[in-house]
């Protein structure tokens, strides 16, 4: 048995069409509570990239560079994980033997 529940999106649709397709209740079935988390988003809302970067070598660095130059910030979020306590991997390790 089905049971009809009123439906509050979380954000206020911003395209003003949006209103007329947001549903005013929903079908919910209580002996079968769906499995799955569902976002409560509009199709086609954009999320954050989530990016990791292994290594903050020469390469690594590059990376973080043309990514800050060539896309918005606030298009993702990015971490970088090293093993040692600097960056700069083998680059900066033979500079420093060398000088
Ligand atoms: C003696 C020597 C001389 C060189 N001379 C030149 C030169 O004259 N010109 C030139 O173009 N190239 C030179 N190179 C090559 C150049 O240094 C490398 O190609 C370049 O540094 C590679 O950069 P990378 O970021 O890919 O790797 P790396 O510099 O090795 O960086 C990798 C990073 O990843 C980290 N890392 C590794 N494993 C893990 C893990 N499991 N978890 C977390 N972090 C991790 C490391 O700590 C490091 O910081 C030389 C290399 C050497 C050894």
Redesign the pocket.
Known sequence: MLEKIPYHPAAAPSHPKAAEWTPKFLYRDPADPPKVTIRDDFYGTRRKLRIGV?????????FLHHLTENIPAESYEVVV????E?????????VL?YV
């Open positions: 292994l290594g903050a070598g020469i390469s690594g660095i590059d994980y090293d093993k040692n600097d960056v700069g991997g083998v680059v900066c390790r033979w033997i």
